[in-house]
């Protein structure tokens, strides 16, 4: 085997250069399964020179694989996914000259899942059995997921192949691992008595010589298998075997039976709700060595892997339909903490890592990889979604057993948090390798001024503030429950302290609304923002400035009709089609809405879920990462962001936030209350929901007409019909 060792890597955190696209003219198809997922045409093609491919833990397998019927490509006619990880693809050969239709389909049934399997049938709907030649023209590059995305995949060197009985297979040994890749081929092809077809292997190519007979067809089935270190990695879909009992369609299957449904005459809502459980069931990641640990990958395709703060907010928009994924991210997160000082990856103690890469890993089990700690905020969320499950009434001694490494995160608040003990948790990277910016608006212009200059580190940003505030008093609620008065005091009167200096420092009484951060300087970066939205979200805003805050996120500056902008149309470095600079995100919007909503801007907050609805409907039910922040008046879609992931964890959860956000669902069972107070918009109409988990309990819930039906609650759980003050998050007696 000859070494391989592909071109440097670029730092993969700091990366600020153009994202290679991956769509074309005519779109392209992508299934997902953990961290398998698979990038093609409409034909099923994975073209040559492209961003498509078949990617298995942050490596491209498969580079090219492209289907010929006598020397040319195929029409495309339609593509089907039923399932997140297969798709369909309808083609048909070209016409014969002179003629207008063909007498040949083909279909592609691909399946993917540590690997892939694809089903290849070809009808003849002729009067005479026909010859055709069937090839295959197959490159592996085993290119670096970033490569990949930024282009510089190049062309492989060093890579051999092995040609076999019905076997193509490359390899390479690289600098820590040695990978490769067969691809299989299923004897028999025939039926009805043919002959069995002539196959012929060479280099790049592989060639049938079928006989499909009249009225009749030929099937053929391949297998792709990855290999790490001379190990085979079974795919999880066989030739030969039933497909709907392989481990995907299996755990989907589960999925489905156990998440909530739900019922109205709203188009929009109910496609968006089921989008959102299918693309979160394909999006989940289980460990091998922890398998009942579930954890999401943040999306495809350039992030289908954990991240801290996207795994975080997309386990807590989940919760009204599966609280495992909560426990599951708490655990893996918790795992994975950081433990010492280490300047290049900017790890801390007690820190909460901000992305996992399984890079030259050579085990199947998460943490074999690198793991990046760059991340202001998903530490305190971390301390923020334990208490919500609390809240919830569920996994009561995991939250015990995580309490420790609470406490850890909130010692990384206090003494690597907050850099310079004002009170307040600022970024600032270790070395020229780490995130520039660190919080969820991470790209290197995200953080700006008013006038359009781009804020450098140190940063206090003001959402992380508010995730710090909802984080100690999480913990003053674990206080409290434990009788522990000196811890829940101290956590309290840490909350109350910084809320009234936040309300001071980051308020611009002139602009009316909160500056997005203060500067190495303290000064406030003074640009009108969407952050602020998560501000309402926590409950840190004085109910003074509420209505100020919630008037400038819904007027015509930031709000675009399909949602709220990252920043405002009037600000300096405003474009709508930049990533955080004035795009919409839908998970943005839906925190937004949440905290509108939690301080009685019902009008306002019903307004957002709508919007996120109409642009989910032009999707087919699907919200991408981003699109465009062009107003709805412009165009009647949103417009797309060339490179959003789609499906995306985040987005895909965003539905389920809003859905929360209209019953005004917020359980709080360790002291026996449940806030169920529903604004539902009359555009919606009647809404039924079966099976929302509550302390380990199945809740009903039927409005319509204004009334409120809810069946299931355990006697335990008063249910309160009013809204929840913001101010009861501070008091829970």
């Known amino acids: 085997m000859v070494r391989y060792d592909p071109p440097p890597v670029a ?5 600020a250069g153009k994202v290679a696209t991956v769509d074309s003219a005519g779109g392209v198809v992508t299934l997902v399964d953990e961290s ?9 093609d994975i073209v040559a020179g492209s961003a498509q491919g078949l990617f298995f833990r942050d490596t491209r397998l498969v580079s090219r694989l492209e289907l010929r019927l006598d020397g040319a490509p195929l029409e495309p006619l339609a ?63 085993f290119a670096d997921l970033f490569a990949v995305k930024e282009g510089r995949a190049g062309e492989a060197e060093g890579i051999t192949q092995e040609v076999g009985d019905h076997l193509l297979a490359f390899s390479y040994k690289g600098a820590q691992v040695a990978r490769g890749v067969q691809l299989r081929f299923a004897p028999d092809g025939h039926e009805d008595g043919h002959s069995p077809t002539v196959l012929d292997i060479t280099e790049n190519r592989v060639t049938r010589e079928v006989i499909v007979p009249a009225q009749g067809q030929w099937t053929g089935c391949i297998e792709v298998v990855p290999v790490i270190e001379s190990s085979l990695v079974l795919p999880r879909y066989r030739c030969g075997q039933a497909v709907d009992q392989a481990m995907p369609s299996e755990r989907l299957a589960q999925w489905r039976q156990q998440v909530p449904h739900v019922t109205t005459e709203h188009e929009g809502l109910r496609t968006a709700v089921a989008r959102s459980a299918e693309d979160l069931g394909a999006l ?61 990856q900017d790890e801390e103690p007690g820190r909460i890592l901000h992305e996992m890469r399984f890079g030259g890993a050579a085990s199947l089990s998460l943490g074999g990889g690198s793991i990046y700690y760059g991340s202001a905020d998903a530490t305190p969320l971390f301390v923020m979604l334990l208490g919500e499950l609390r809240r919830w009434g569920l996994a009561t001694e995991l939250v015990d057993e995580l309490l420790p490494n609470a406490d850890r995160a909130l010692a990384w608040i206090a003494e690597f948090g907050d850099r310079d003990g004002d009170g307040y948790v600022e970024y600032q990277r270790a070395t020229d390798r780490g995130l520039a910016n660190q919080g969820w608006k991470d790209s290197w212009d995200g953080v700006r001024y008013a006038d359009g200059r781009v804020a450098t580190a140190p940063i206090a940003l003001c959402e992380v503030q508010a995730y710090v505030y909802g984080a100690y008093l999480a913990r003053a609620h674990f206080a409290f429950e434990m009788g522990d008065e000196a811890t829940y005091s101290a956590y309290r009167q840490k909350a109350n302290d910084l809320k009234v200096a936040f309300n ?21 970066i003074d640009s009108l923002t969407s952050n602020m939205g998560h501000c309402l979200w926590t409950g840190i805003v004085d109910e003074e400035k509420a209505e100020a805050v919630a008037a400038r996120l819904l007027g015509p500056d930031m709000s675009s009709g399909w949602g709220v902008r990252t920043l405002g149309a009037s600000m300096g470095g405003y474009n709508p ?43 087919g039910g699907r919200l991408p990462e981003l699109y465009s922040g062009l107003d709805r008046s412009d165009l009647p879609v949103p417009v797309g962001y060339p490179t959003s992931c789609s499906p995306q964890a985040w987005s895909a959860a965003s539905p389920l936030l809003c859905l929360r956000t209209l019953l005004r669902f917020d359980p709080w ?65």
Not at 504 to 524: H, N, S, T
């Open 79 to 141: 593509s089907f996914s039923p399932e997140p990880f297969s798709a369909t693809f309808v083609s048909r050969t070209q016409p014969a000259p002179g003629r207008a239709d063909s007498t040949l389909m083909v279909f592609r049934n691909r399946y993917v899942g540590q690997g892939m399997r694809e089903d290849l049938t070809i009808h003849n709907f002729g009067a005479e059995p026909t010859i055709c030649r069937v090839d295959l023209l197959i490159e592996c590059d």
């Open 669 to 733: 069972v360790p002291y026996g209350k449940t806030w169920l107070a529903p604004m539902v918009p009359p555009e919606i109409g009647a809404l039924r929901i079966e099976g929302i988990p509550l302390a380990g309990a199945r809740l009903d819930v039927e409005i319509e007409n204004g009334s409120v039906r809810v069946s299931g609650l355990p006697d335990s759980i008063e249910l309160i019909d009013q809204p929840r003050h913001p101010a009861t998050a501070v008091t829970p007696r």
């Open 284 to 344: 989940r990641i289980f460990d091998p060595d922890y398998p009942d640990r579930v954890v999401v990958a943040a999306g495809a395709p350039w992030f289908m892997t954990v991240f801290g703060r996207d795994s975080l907010l997309t386990a807590w928009s989940a919760l009204l339909v599966d609280p495992d994924l909560a426990r599951g991210v708490l655990q893996t997160l918790a795992r994975f903490q950081g433990t010492k000082v280490d300047p290049r």
């Open 11 to 15: 730092n993969p955190w700091t990366y």
């Open 36 to 44: 398998t997922f698979a990038i093609s045409e409409r034909t099923g």
């Open 577 to 619: 089609v930049s990533y955080h600079c004035g795009s919409v995100w839908p998970h943005d919007t839906a925190i937004i809405a949440a905290g509108l909503a939690r301080y009685g801007f019902e009008e306002g907050a019903q307004s957002l879920v709508l919007s996120l609805l109409d642009a989910a409907a032009t999707k």
């Open 504 to 524: 001071r420092d980051f308020w611009l009484d002139e602009q009316q609304y909160f500056a997005v951060g203060l500067d190495a300087d303290k000064r406030p």
